[in-house]
């Protein structure tokens, strides 16, 4: 059967899990992400996560359509809670809040090893997330931007290295974008683009509640520079 067929955010994952690699993806859904990777044989064996009942029956469903079940399993948990057991090499959390792929590294300390590998996609709150990477000892190993559905999502690769280092706005919020060219990465404008007309519209919904927005503007202000 062939396998399913990845859109442009999910496929962002692919190149950063390594052969042989089991694989954690936490949030599966559908777990379109584990069915490719042990499909294509690529991982070695995955653990498909979700807190929710309704996306494991689908993701269960799916792995067992093509015929995968003794290479994925599929696992209620939340976040990472009990996945240590399956020694995972390559965790993928793709397509949730930073702050909440932050809540779930924070709780799972064990992934604090640099023979692990985070590959993440948040939707919301990147700067959340590159923060507490940069400040809990993790090293950035990749980024790389994708377009799907008229939006830009940002996917950070890293592993921890146990040196914390702390980083400035402009990095949290775009990463090695702030300061790349625009012709080696034709998403980084309307990433940046894209930023600046959310943070505008926070800005002005503040205004409005007559607070003021002196830092926002001027980070703004920062991210046009970059454009
Ligand atoms: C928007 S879907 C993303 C699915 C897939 N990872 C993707 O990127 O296309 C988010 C999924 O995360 C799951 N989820 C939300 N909070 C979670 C948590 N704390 N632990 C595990 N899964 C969670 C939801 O049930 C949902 O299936």
């Known amino acids: 059967m062939q396998l399913p067929k990845l859109d442009h955010r999910l496929q962002t994952a692919v190149p950063f899990v390594r ?41 269960a469903q799916h792995v067992a359509e093509y015929g995968l079940s003794d290479k994925v399993k599929t696992v209620r948990a939340d976040g990472l ?19 909440l792929i932050v809540r779930i590294l924070r709780d799972a ?4 090893d ?10 919301t709150h990147a700067e959340c997330l590159r923060r507490y990477l940069a400040e809990e000892g993790f090293a950035t190993v990749g980024e790389v931007l994708s377009r799907e559905g008229g939006k830009i999502y940002q996917t950070v690769v890293a592993a921890y290295n146990g040196t914390p280092q702390s980083i400035d ?13 625009n012709e080696e990465e034709p998403l980084r404008a309307p990433l940046i683009a894209h930023r600046i007309e ?3 519209a926070a800005a002005a919904g503040k205004e409005k509640a007559g607070r003021d927005t002196g830092a926002e503007r001027a980070f703004i202000a920062r991210l046009r520079e970059c454009l």
């Not at 640099?114 to 993440?120: F, G, H, K, N, V």
């Open 19 to 59: 052969e042989g690699a089991t694989v954690a993806d936490v949030g599966t859904d559908h777990a379109y992400l584990p069915v490719f990777l042990t499909g294509t044989g690529q991982a070695r064996f995955a653990v498909a996560s979700d807190i929710n009942e309704g996306p494991i029956e689908r993701a």
């Open 81 to 99: 809670a009990g996945l240590e057991e399956y020694r995972p090499t390559d965790i993928i959390v793709f397509g949730m809040g930073g702050e």
């Open 109 to 112: 300390p064990w992934v604090k």
């Open 114 to 123: 640099p023979a692990i590998r985070l590959i993440l996609q948040p939707m």
């Open 169 to 181: 706005a402009l990095t949290a919020e775009l990463g090695r974008f702030a300061t790349a060219k």
């Open 198 to 200: 959310v943070l505008e």
